[in-house]
């Protein structure tokens, strides 16, 4: 069984930054791929970002490409984003979730962007 569990959200300005952390534990790692997601008050949870345990390679929504950076300490199990310039309409509940041999969702973590 795969545990995740992000931390990093909180209360910014907007052009500000934050960076979200994703932590993953209860098994080896050698595969999958990473994500995050969010969702906004009353909407769909949508994409943001994704990479690959194994390459590494990213894919970014293009509302965040140019913004969001994702990145990975595999020592650590643990997968970033970075966030900066951030906007009003980056306010949503963050998710991370990694996909190998199962699909696998942390608890989520508030990013208010304030205007």
């Known amino acids: 069984q795969v545990q995740l569990v992000e931390s990093g959200g909180g209360l910014v300005q907007a052009g500000g930054s934050l960076r979200l952390s994703c932590a993953a534990s209860?098994?080896?790692?050698?595969?999958?791929?990473m994500g995050w997601f969010r969702q906004a008050p009353g909407k769909e949870r949508e994409f943001v970002a994704r990479?690959?345990?194994?390459?590494?390679?990213?894919s970014y929504a293009d509302s965040v490409k140019g913004r969001f950076t994702m990145s990975r300490d595999n020592a650590k199990n643990t997968w970033y984003l970075q966030m900066n310039s951030l906007k009003p309409e980056d306010t949503a509940v963050y998710y991370c979730n990694f996909l190998s041999g199962g699909l696998y969702w942390g608890q989520g973590t508030q990013v208010t962007v304030s205007s």
């Open positions: 990479m690959s345990w194994s390459s590494g390679t990213t």
């Open positions: 209860g098994r080896t790692f050698s595969s999958g791929v």
